[in-house]
């Protein structure tokens, strides 16, 4: 306690003078949650703490839905040669109806003809026609179970994709499951951070926005910088009530990540 006061002390009268000490964080950090169930397969816990590229760090049963899709991309196959099949027929088809239909009207104006016979032509008529439009519906019926199971492709693709937490130039800070846990949608998987890019997070006075947003000079461990502010609140912060969050954009590997830097609004 008595060693921490003079501390607290030298920060407060720091942030009076317009100096501030900000830590190094990442540009970013997410909490990768469970977009689909499962039991979990794999957690590559020797993984923490590393820089991944292009590398699955978690894995949940997928099984089922791979099955699944070879079974839709199967099918949609099959049916796609059912339909160039029965769209063929359909030329025939309707050459047919038209030639009973040529038949029909020549023979309803034949008196020698008897009623018998054209009736017979006008139900021979009706048959082409409505094998053609039978034959029709059925393409129409056939293209939309293309269409139904190319939504049921995708959203099995879809899901297998998010079953397989795959990272590419991200750091893996932490995982928060381990193999053999069942995963529910919403559940928390990892901490994921982007290292390509540094912030310094600074909470100014109300005295010190004016000069922020005027574009004053930031001087870091003690030189004057060439950065400028990339962001400042416009409302006080929600822990710090009293103080608004500004926040100084930095190239990676300027200043360690997780050191103190000390930053002057001159």
């Known amino acids: 306690m008595f060693r921490l006061l003079p501390l607290f002390l030298f920060a407060s009268l720091s942030l009076f003078a317009g100096e501030h000490y900000a830590r190094v964080e990442p540009w970013e950090r997410v909490t990768l949650k469970a977009a ?3 039991t979990i397969l794999e957690a590559n816990t020797s993984l923490e703490g590393k820089m991944i590229d292009r590398a699955r760090v978690i894995h949940i049963d997928d099984r089922i839905d791979r099955k699944e899709l070879e079974n839709a991309r199967r099918s949609r196959e099959l049916i796609g040669q059912t339909l160039e099949l029965t769209r063929k027929m359909l030329p025939g088809l309707q050459e047919s109806w038209k030639r009973q239909a ?7 104006t034949l008196s020698t003809a008897s009623q018998t016979q054209k009736d017979q032509a006008y139900q021979a008529m009706v048959s082409a026609e409505n094998q053609y439009l039978s034959t029709k519906e059925k393409v129409l019926n056939l293209q939309k179970s293309l269409l139904d199971l190319d939504n049921r492709i995708a959203t099995l693709t879809d899901r297998i994709a998010k079953k397989n937490i795959t990272l590419s ?3 893996l800070y932490k995982l928060m499951v381990r193999r053999g846990e069942y995963a529910t949608p919403g559940l928390p998987l990892a901490v994921v951070e982007d290292l390509s890019r540094a912030k310094l997070v600074l909470y100014l006075a109300p005295e010190e926005l004016a000069p922020a947003r005027e574009g004053g000079h930031l001087w870091i461990e003690g030189k004057k ?5 990339s962001k400042i609140w416009r409302v006080t912060d929600e822990k710090y009530l009293s103080s608004y969050r500004a926040e100084i954009e930095l190239p990676a590997g300027r200043y360690p990540f997780s050191s103190l830097v000390k930053v002057e609004l001159r």
Do not use: C, L
């Open 169 to 171: 130039n991200r750091y």
């Open 36 to 38: 689909a169930s499962g």
């Open 225 to 229: 910088s060439d950065f400028a502010f």
């Open 102 to 108: 040529g038949y029909y009207k020549r023979m309803r």
